[in-house]
């Protein structure tokens, strides 16, 4: 099955100038969800995981499917002001401006060994500060993980760090 079939380009949204890679479709076929997940697993075993955090809100998508593929735990990380208790709130550029995420603190364990994943990798600002985020709260990131990745926006630069698996690329 070919994935990329059911990942569809929307020109200029939600500006002008951006192809908006819209994984609806995907999810809405329930064979091609599972072949993802699975193709998505399959690379994670060996790291021996300990918790799947996911990005607010496209990484909470597959990221809560993959985490009960491979029996751990998932913790979201939130945009700003949506998460009860102690946070750790992180900041980081986007094109104009800047934007924030959060994570509660007692998500994630001193020890925790955690894979990040997201629907899509462009920049790298948003998985780069997810990555901070867990380190703050002890944990160590032993992998980034998305469904896609758009080469042509060199995201894959910020996470020069930490071992990194794209399942479609672009
Ligand atoms: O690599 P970057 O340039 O940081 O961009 C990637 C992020 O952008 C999208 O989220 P978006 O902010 O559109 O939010 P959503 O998931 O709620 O739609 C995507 O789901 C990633 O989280
Ligand atoms: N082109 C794009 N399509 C879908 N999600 C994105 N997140 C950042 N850039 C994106």
Do not use: W
């Amino acid at each position: 099955m070919n994935l990329k079939k059911y990942i569809q380009d929307i020109p200029d949204f939600p500006k002008p100038g951006v192809i908006f890679k819209d994984i609806n479709p995907l999810l809405a076929n329930p064979e091609a969800t599972a072949q993802a997940i699975n193709l998505l697993a399959k690379g994670l075993y060996g790291f021996n995981a300990t918790k799947i955090v996911g990005i607010e809100s496209r990484g909470f998508l597959l990221g809560i499917l993959l985490a009960q593929k491979m029996g751990l735990g998932f913790v979201p990380i939130r945009k700003p002001g949506k998460l009860p208790g102690k946070i750790e709130k992180q900041t980081y550029a986007l094109e104009y401006g800047d934007d924030s995420i959060e994570i509660q603190q007692n998500s994630i364990s001193e020890g925790d060994l955690v894979i990040v994943h997201d629907d899509v990798l462009a920049t790298g600002g948003t998985a780069a500060a997810a990555c901070e985020l867990i380190e703050k709260c002890g944990g160590t990131v032993v992998q980034c993980n998305f469904l896609m990745e758009l080469g042509f926006l060199e995201g894959r630069k910020k996470l020069e760090n930490y071992a990194l698996h794209s399942l479609l690329h672009y």
